[in-house]
């Protein structure tokens, strides 16, 4: 039987610090409203050269390198990003020239700050049906470029970074001990399209449509709305894969990495679940919202931290933009 096997994280984030404090100075907030209200008392920015292939290519190296593999022998680089370098070609094929990945497809996947759980899902279709042996899937994001550095109620949340994970095809039974995702669980709902997105520089308000106002260009977000059905749905797609991976108990998760969006969200998430203390990996605090980036660059600092040992079981949560939602399921070796 093949199972998708985690074979190497890594991650990368900007040197450049943006503190609470930094914040006070350019929009009417205060660290007191940030910390309380979400838990996030820094994130990075990329630098003025940096796009969102920057980030990815170094999260992509280091993972190839903790997997033990060489650039060319990845057969498929997977790039999940809401801000890609440009509109084409996609940030994936920069990144697999970069990294010498002569060998591989390189496609990007669109689906917000789910778009890792997507991807983990996309690559282990392709794996388990024997379509690729060895899939790059990095999640990478400067949500900074295209957040409203005047809106107090959205430019708090964001940072940039990323993740990624080389996932090999393996054998045996994950039901019975062998490492491997053992469920992905993915969903959308684009009736609620205008909660959170970027509503120009598309073919719809093309940024050459001069009566554009250009701050369509950037992020908008309906923070209560969001708030809510993110909690309901993290909470049902957890409850998916636990049920469909044949009755995995809460307790038996020896950690959960989600989507670092808000601490009250994750604080509401692991008590619907009935999540042990301690069991929430957390770094928004140092990072704040990384959109796609954000559970990779988790699970990559969990995984370097020795959290894991071989066999444990990880779940893994997110949603977003679209909207999107998800879960995965591993058992971790
Ligand atoms: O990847 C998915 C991304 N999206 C999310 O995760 C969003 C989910 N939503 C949230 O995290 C929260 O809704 C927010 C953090 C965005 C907002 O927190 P909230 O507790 O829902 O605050 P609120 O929007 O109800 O605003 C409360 C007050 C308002 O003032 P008034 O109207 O009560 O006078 C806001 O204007 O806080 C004010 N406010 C701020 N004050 C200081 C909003 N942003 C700020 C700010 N600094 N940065």
């Not at 450049?16 to 009417?28: F, H, P």
């Not at 060895?134 to 708090?156: F, H, K, P």
């Not at 009566?211 to 260009?217: A, I, P």
């Amino acid at each position: 039987m093949t199972a998708t096997v985690i074979a190497g994280t890594g991650s990368y984030v900007p040197e450049r610090v943006l503190t609470n404090a930094d914040l006070e100075r350019m929009v009417d907030t205060s660290d007191e409203w940030i910390t309380a209200r979400t838990g996030i008392r820094e994130r990075r920015i990329a630098a003025d050269n940096q796009a969102t292939s920057d980030l990815a290519i170094e999260a992509g190296r280091r993972a190839i390198e903790a997997a033990g593999i060489t650039a060319q022998d990845v057969d498929l680089v997977l790039v999940a990003t809401a801000t890609p370098d440009m509109f084409f070609p996609a940030t994936a094929c920069l990144v697999q020239t970069a990294l010498g990945a002569t060998n591989a497809a390189a496609f990007d996947l669109s689906a917000a700050c789910s778009g890792f759980i997507y991807g983990l899902n996309v690559a282990d279709a392709y794996i388990r049906s024997g379509s690729y042996k060895n899939v790059l899937l990095i999640g990478a994001e400067t949500m900074s470029r295209v957040v409203d550095w005047e809106d107090r109620t959205t430019c708090v949340l964001f940072g940039d970074g990323a993740g990624a994970v080389l996932l090999q095809a393996g054998e045996g039974d994950t039901g019975s001990g062998a490492p491997g995702l053992m469920r992905t669980d993915i969903h959308s709902d684009g009736a609620a399209w205008d909660y959170i997105c970027v509503p120009g520089g598309g073919s719809r308000m093309p940024p050459s449509d001069a009566l554009v106002d250009s701050r369509q260009q950037f992020l908008k977000m309906k923070g209560n709305e969001t708030f809510k059905v993110a909690v309901r749905n993290m909470e049902r797609a957890a409850r998916t894969v636990l049920e469909d991976a044949g009755g995995i108990k809460a307790h038996d998760l020896a950690l959960v990495v989600p989507h670092q969006a808000n601490m009250r969200i994750l604080n509401a998430v692991a008590e619907r679940l009935e999540l042990p203390a301690g069991k929430v990996y957390v770094n928004l605090d140092r990072y704040g919202n990384t959109s796609a980036a954000s559970v990779p660059l988790a699970f990559d600092e969990a995984v370097r931290a020795g959290r894991l040992e071989r066999g444990d079981l990880v779940l893994m949560l997110a949603f977003g933009s679209g909207l999107t939602w998800g879960a995965a399921l591993l058992r971790w070796g």
